[in-house]
């Protein structure tokens, strides 16, 4: 199961993180998202964590919980919006 962390302090690292979740279950992954030009934490990351029930363990028990001197904001991830944005890629299409 994927499970969304927000509020994250510019400086957590993906270690830090996966020790938080680590104490409830087994972890498959986990990312920090970073900007893609600065490199820096964007404030939010994803866990993925093998079972379901441990991670809805980890998510009752660190929602609200404190990392770095930020409260977390954990919860089921939702799934990504795949849809196109604008007119689908038709631009340069001639249309």
Not at 27 to 43: A, C, E, L, N, W
Not at 51 to 60: E, K, M, V
Request: charged share 20%; no cysteine.
């Amino acid at each position: 199961m994927n499970v969304y962390v927000g509020n994250l302090a510019p400086d957590v690292t993906q270690e830090e993180l996966k020790a938080a979740f680590e104490k409830f279950g087994g972890i498959r992954s986990v990312t920090v998202i970073s900007d893609k030009f600065t490199g820096q934490s964007r404030g939010f990351g994803f866990v993925e964590m093998s079972n379901r029930t441990q991670a809805l363990s980890a998510i009752r028990a660190l929602n609200g919980a404190e990392l770095k001197g930020q409260n977390l904001k954990v919860s089921e991830a939702r799934p990504r919006n795949t849809s196109t944005r604008g007119f689908g890629g038709t631009r340069g299409s001639g249309y």
